[in-house]
């Protein structure tokens, strides 16, 4: 056993170098911190009657994704310009490409009627992103945003504090992360 975990762990220092994993959630005042079904950490903030709870990854070779389940426990309907969220680090700059409401899709199902997400952000000729999000009262809606790579010069990289800047319906608010690898190691 012993012997099986070092060859384990001589091949994963052989490998290439990763090329991302989750963002870690970080505390700070007024984000709450939990954990996905699936197992991943993610932050949750509120604003008035809204919250959203945030997951993201992060590569050091291509863009950056996020996924924002924004739920709205008020009385009145609320806007969400969703062209204002970027992630910044020692990296760079990563600005949203484009966005997509998620809510009803489910790809593993064999049907074929609600694979289509509806696009709400979209770069403009000039690389202008413009697209919001309207969310009903007691409703509940899933984003998903890719974003850019950091820079074309310099990767992110393990360790890594991110802050991700999230629209939120009056002001955006700044989360940070910490990027890290997944671990396929039970320990």
């Known amino acids: 056993m012993i012997r099986a975990l070092a060859m384990a762990a001589l091949l994963l220092a052989s490998c290439s170098r990763s090329t991302g994993g989750p963002l870690d959630p970080m505390k700070a005042p007024g984000v709450q911190l939990s954990e996905t079904a699936d197992g991943e950490r993610e932050a949750t903030v509120r604003a008035d009657a809204v919250s959203a709870r945030v997951t993201g990854r992060w590569s050091d070779t291509g863009g950056q994704s996020a996924r924002i389940v924004y739920t709205n426990r008020g009385r009145t309907a609320v806007r969400i310009d969703l062209g204002t969220l970027t992630m910044t680090g020692p990296a760079g700059e990563a600005v949203v490409m484009s966005a997509a409401d998620v809510t009803d899709i489910d790809l593993l199902d064999t049907r074929t009627d609600n694979d289509d997400a509806g696009v709400l952000v979209e770069r403009d000729d000039d690389g202008t992103a413009s697209g919001s999000l309207d969310l009903s009262a007691g409703g509940e809606r899933r984003v998903d945003a890719q974003l850019s790579p950091f820079s074309n010069s310099m990767a992110a990289a393990v360790g890594n504090e991110i802050t991700l800047r999230l629209p939120m319906p009056k002001a ?16």
């Open 172 to 187: 955006s608010r700044d989360l940070r992360f910490v990027t890290r690898r997944h671990s396929i190691l039970p320990f």
